[in-house]
């Protein structure tokens, strides 16, 4: 059972449906919304986006643009080159036409049904939704970062990774620090937003605006458990621009692949799950833009010219070729070639990587039950 209909879940069921159809064939998609749905989002299909949809043999038919983008900090400004444009399409838009690409090639879509509970049932799952009961082997979270798969899975709770801090209470500047003009100890963001609203011409009120939480990737917080897994903004997104439809898009991939290689070993611990994602080019997306944006907020430099040395540096998607490869390799998986570097792309830029002893024993969860779910009895 894949929660969660966005780009995340879709490119799981599709991946799969790439890799192996039989399994894709037993696999339900549910959603709590009906589609089409309004989703707050920025709508920028960029990077490698246009890569998997070809791979995927969907073409989005809908109404984009086509914009280029500029950075600005302070008096300068930075105009990013042609390979970085990006295509802004509606959200609504683009999850009704991925979740139609499924549909028909036979995917089963559960719209208006809600992820409530799930328990640990011997060798498997039992999934309470607002329809009834399931039985599933395996479990996807994509039902994004406020989602109710990563609570149910994770006992206890992961706690957040909070930074140290220190403080220090000193005269505001006016001529460097306007929002405290008026002597707030604390920037009033509502009005600073609004403020550069008007400056543009928009008036627009708090009661127009909508906001989302946003979840970024923490290696020490678990992305799996034994029968379940998390993708998209349920596992975690980068932290320099807050999201990506690209990241949810490989996301599924890797998500597609461990659940054949789970399924084929008879294995769905998904201890692995996580030193996969590491490994793939995605996991190496994650980390160079954690890396970024560690260096931008120690002002160790211009963050202008920072970013700018950082996206005009050599861009590696996808190799179409070697995903075929890697896909193929999937279809006739056995134990002996069950290894990731059969699976996931490397790049010679890419770092080497391992999971850290904290990760590898949170990717699991506790143990409780003789099947080895971390869900509750």
Known sequence: MIVGAGPAGASTW???HQIAPERAARAVLIDKDVFPRSKLC???VGAWSEDVLNYLNIDLDMPSLQVDLEMRYREHHWLMPGPHRVRMIRRADFDQAFVRAG???GMVFHESERFIAVRCASDALSVRTSRGRYRV???VGADGARGRVRPAMVRPRHRPWLEATIQLTLPANPAHDPEFAERRMRADMKTLFIRELRRRGIDA????WSSHPIRLFDLRAPIAAPHTLLVGDAAGTQPLLGGGINMALSYGEIAALSLVRAFEMGDLSFRSYADDLMH?????HIRDYTDLVRAVYAAQANPLNQMRDFFTAAFHP???????ARLSQARVLNARAATIGAFWIRFPSERPHAVSPINAAAVCGP???ACGCAHPP
Not at 205 to 208: E, I, K, Y
């Open 42 to 44: 920025g709508g920028a």
């Open 280 to 284: 793939h080019f995605l996991g190496a």
């Open 367 to 369: 143990r409780p039950h």
């Open 205 to 208: 009120g708090p009661a127009s």
């Open 318 to 324: 996808p190799d179409p070729d070697a995903a075929a």
């Open 103 to 105: 549909i028909d090639r």
């Open 137 to 139: 082997k395996a479990l």
């Open 14 to 16: 599709l991946h799969l």
